[in-house]
């Protein structure tokens, strides 16, 4: 029984805790009691405390001073049998401050060490040190690879497609000139409805099977083909359908992200 009334006692103050960090910082908890023993709980707020504070009081400073001035070599001056060494000391030195530095795909060596003392040493950020935290940067944050992104955007318009969720298709779709399969100049509203008799007709699909054949990106606007291969049944008389082929979907960029502007997809009635 003393254990009990010791436990609700901890679970009682972390929740005048986590009240206290809502008034004060403006802070937001989704956890609940049952997510971990109050005392871990309450070490967990103590540290969110702990970095909130530290947060308020701090200034402002580069990434280079963060990681204490190191010494960084213009990247011209780097022999290129030395570069993937200067790199590899120089990604261990950030590390060792609490700067992680991430490359979703490959980079060139004299690529990635240009990025760090040319552009990311000169990034401002808080100078906020806490035990545990690290500073993450994903280069493609700063270079971004524009034929995965498009591929990216069109994949997730096909996937709504085939999930049957039209108002998540409408939300990848561009602002500026639509374009029907045929390519005639057509409405926002035309473009949906389209999209919705297409999914009506399909009282189910019972597969998909959607693999990326080719991107191409001029400026602007891109061009992804997919292998394409459904099948479901057809809304009325349940008959079992099936389509395949190329699909293709045009999009056009918008600041960092892309919008479809355009599909032809196998089974899709031209409109």
Same mark, same amino acid.
């Given at each position: 029984? $003393? &254990?009990?009334?010791?436990? /609700?006692?901890?679970?009682?103050?972390?929740?005048?805790? #986590?009240?206290?960090?809502? +008034?004060?910082?403006?802070?937001?908890?989704?956890?609940?009691?049952?997510?971990?023993?109050?005392?871990?709980?309450?070490?967990?707020?103590?540290?969110?405390?702990?970095? +909130?504070?530290?947060?308020?009081?701090?200034?402002?400073?580069?990434?280079?001073?963060?990681?204490?001035?190191? $010494?960084? $070599?213009? $990247?011209?001056?780097?022999?290129?049998?030395?570069?993937?060494? +200067?790199?590899?000391?120089?990604?261990? %030195?950030?590390?060792?401050?609490?700067?992680?530095? %991430?490359?979703? @795909?490959?980079?060139?060596?004299?690529?990635?060490? @240009?990025?760090?003392?040319?552009?990311?040493?000169?990034?401002?950020?808080? &100078?906020? %040190?806490?035990?545990?935290?690290?500073?993450?940067?994903?280069?493609?944050?700063? =270079?971004?690879?524009?034929?995965?992104?498009?591929?990216?955007?069109?994949?997730?318009?096909?996937?709504?497609?085939?999930?049957?969720?039209?108002?998540?298709?409408?939300?990848?779709?561009?602002?500026?000139?639509?374009?029907?399969?045929?390519?005639? +100049?057509?409405?926002?509203?035309?473009? /949906?409805?389209?999209?919705?008799?297409?999914?009506?007709?399909?009282?189910?699909?019972?597969?998909?099977?959607?693999?990326?054949?080719?991107?191409?990106? &001029?400026?602007?606007?891109?061009?992804?083909?997919?292998?394409?291969?459904?099948?479901?049944?057809?809304?009325?008389?349940?008959?079992?359908? @099936?389509?395949?082929?190329?699909?293709?979907? =045009?999009?056009?960029?918008?600041?960092?992200?892309?919008?479809?502007? #355009?599909?032809?997809?196998?089974?899709?009635?031209?409109?």
């Amino acid at each position: 029984m $003393p &254990d009990a009334r010791e436990d /609700r006692i901890r679970r009682a103050l972390n929740e005048q805790k #986590r009240r206290e960090l809502e +008034e004060k910082y403006g802070a937001r908890f989704s956890f609940n009691d049952a997510d971990a023993p109050p005392e871990i709980i309450g070490e967990w707020l103590q540290t969110v405390e702990e970095f +909130e504070r530290r947060f308020q009081a701090a200034g402002k400073t580069t990434v280079r001073a963060y990681a204490g001035n190191p $010494p960084a $070599p213009p $990247p011209s001056s780097i022999p290129s049998g030395r570069m993937v060494l +200067e790199l590899r000391r120089l990604l261990n %030195h950030l590390n060792a401050h609490a700067i992680a530095v %991430h490359f979703d @795909r490959t980079v060139p060596p004299e690529e990635a060490y @240009r990025f760090i003392v040319e552009e990311l040493f000169e990034m401002e950020i808080d &100078d906020v %040190h806490l035990e545990g935290m690290t500073h993450n940067f994903v280069y493609d944050d700063f =270079h971004p690879d524009a034929a995965a992104c498009a591929s990216m955007f069109a994949g997730r318009f096909l996937y709504a497609l085939f999930g049957r969720d039209v108002d998540a298709c409408m939300r990848r779709i561009g602002g500026g000139p639509l374009y029907s399969q045929q390519g005639r +100049e057509v409405t926002r509203d035309e473009f /949906r409805q389209a999209i919705a008799r297409f999914v009506s007709s399909v009282a189910v699909f019972t597969a998909s099977d959607v693999t990326e054949n080719e991107c191409s990106v &001029d400026r602007q606007f891109a061009r992804v083909k997919f292998a394409l291969s459904w099948s479901g049944l057809e809304a009325g008389t349940l008959r079992h359908i @099936r389509a395949s082929g190329i699909a293709t979907v =045009h999009l056009r960029r918008e600041g960092i992200a892309w919008y479809v502007i #355009r599909v032809v997809c196998p089974g899709w009635t031209p409109w």
